[in-house]
């Protein structure tokens, strides 16, 4: 860090200050100085995987869970993977001064609804260096300065990534400051972003139901909730086997750690007996621990009795929680009682019940006959994501550069008065 501030709430002036004028670029300046901050990812990597290794023999040592481990770690490719996402975002549309609404009022003025930066953006999340990255590529392509704050986990790797990132806004002459971090002040740091009201315009937790809740409920700043991802799967009366196993497989396999894997399959009784086993000896043979309801248990070897909390848990882990239910409407009750609103999927080929889960299920991200790792922003077609939002207001499902501006209208007259 090259900033002389000494306090959080310096630190996010500074950020407020630069925001002014990063939300002047141009496209063409935002993009050429995001593919400066990949080139710089990209050179940086031996300090950022050796800053890395520090805070993994931390994390090891403090009892870091497995998955927040697996989140935590970067090597070589996964950097490089960083800068290229950043290259991705660099190529994407501007978001900002998108015509959203036009009309003439029948006095002649004109008005004009466009997309405008929030302004300074903050964001609080945990053992997640990725979305260090992530958000402040998407941040600046957007329009806005950035102020995080990223946890005690991935201290070392974070200010490696973000001193690599401010020298590269420096060369390309551009204020520094627009990236800012109050992790070296620890929690007084993540108080004084939660409460930095007028001067941060928006917030965005990201990281476990805890993290989040607390982030809700503390802060004063508008808050973009994030959710936690007890993920659904319902495998339906005419499932084919293939797409069962397959679907089922990769989106708890593929990587257990985050929050679009699958967590619970609800399987239609009338299906049970033809997918439950060979979906079970599918997930065991890939070292996931399959926790049953009494009918599943019947019908496959190796269960584990899955307890009432089982159905509330987002495992984030080799662990799945497996029920069978007497039809769609008993799948759609469970959903309802436990989800967490991310994303659920089913696999059928009926229809009339695919038309149905798509219509009444009330999640972020609703599919038929597809993995749900497939709820990125990555894969959406947005390059990187700032986070999966499970709210309503503003923006639902995962969040890019469009969800990273707020709306401004223009009106252009001449000499008209109300009368």
């Known amino acids: 860090m090259t900033t002389t501030a000494t306090t959080p709430r310096e630190r996010m002036l500074l950020a407020k200050d630069a925001a002014r004028s990063i939300g002047l670029l141009s496209d063409e ?54 800068a290229a996402a950043v290259r991705e975002i660099a190529d994407l549309p501007d978001p900002v001064g998108r015509v959203l609404d036009e009309r003439t009022l029948p006095n002649g003025v004109q008005l004009t609804k466009v997309a405008v930066p929030f302004g300074l953006v903050g964001s609080i999340y945990e053992a997640r260096p ?32 973000i001193a690599a990132m401010r020298g590269a806004l420096a060369e390309r002459g551009i204020d520094p400051e627009a990236i800012q971090t109050v992790d070296d002040f620890g929690r007084d740091g993540a108080r004084a972003l939660m409460q930095a009201r007028g001067i941060v315009d928006v917030l965005v937790p990201r990281g476990s139901a805890q993290l989040i809740e607390t982030v809700v409920t503390e802060s004063s700043v508008p808050v973009i909730e994030t959710g936690a991802g007890v993920v659904h799967i319902v495998l339906d009366a005419s499932a084919p086997l293939d797409w069962a196993r397959d679907i089922v497989v990769n989106a708890k396999v593929q990587r257990p750690s985050v929050c679009n894997a699958v967590e619970t399959v609800l399987v239609h009784r009338d299906a049970a007996d033809r997918l439950v086993p060979p979906v079970v000896a599918a997930l065991q043979e890939r070292g996931v621990t399959v926790h049953g309801d009494p009918a599943v248990a019947g019908l496959a070897q190796g ?21 069978v239910v007497d039809d769609l409407d008993d799948a759609l009750g469970h959903i309802r009682q436990y989800s967490t609103h991310h994303t659920e999927s089913i ?51 995962p969040m890019g550069l469009a969800e990273l501006t707020s709306t401004k209208w223009l009106a252009r007259g001449a000499g008209q008065v109300r009368g």
């Open 29 to 82: 300046a935002k993009r050429t100085a995001l593919v400066a901050i990949a080139d710089a990812i990209e050179a940086a990597a031996p300090e950022i995987v050796a800053a890395n290794a520090e805070d993994l023999e931390r994390a090891r040592a403090t009892g870091l869970s497995a998955a927040l481990q697996d989140r935590l770690r970067l090597d070589e490719p996964r950097v490089a993977a960083l």
């Open 347 to 397: 696999i059928t080929e009926d229809g009339r019940n695919a038309d149905r889960f798509l219509a009444e299920v009330d999640s972020a991200v609703v599919m038929v006959n597809t993995s749900t790792r497939f709820t990125d922003g990555g894969e959406f077609g947005f390059g990187a994501e700032v986070g999966i939002s499970t709210q309503k207001l503003h923006a639902r499902g």
């Open 303 to 323: 269960v584990v009795a899955a307890t009432d909390e089982d159905w509330a848990i987002e495992h984030l882990s080799l662990d799945l929680s497996m029920r």
């Open 130 to 161: 990725n979305v260090t990255v992530d958000i402040a590529a998407i941040a600046l392509r957007s329009g806005n300065a950035v102020v995080l704050r990223g946890g005690s986990a991935a201290e070392l790797t974070n200010a490696a990534l």
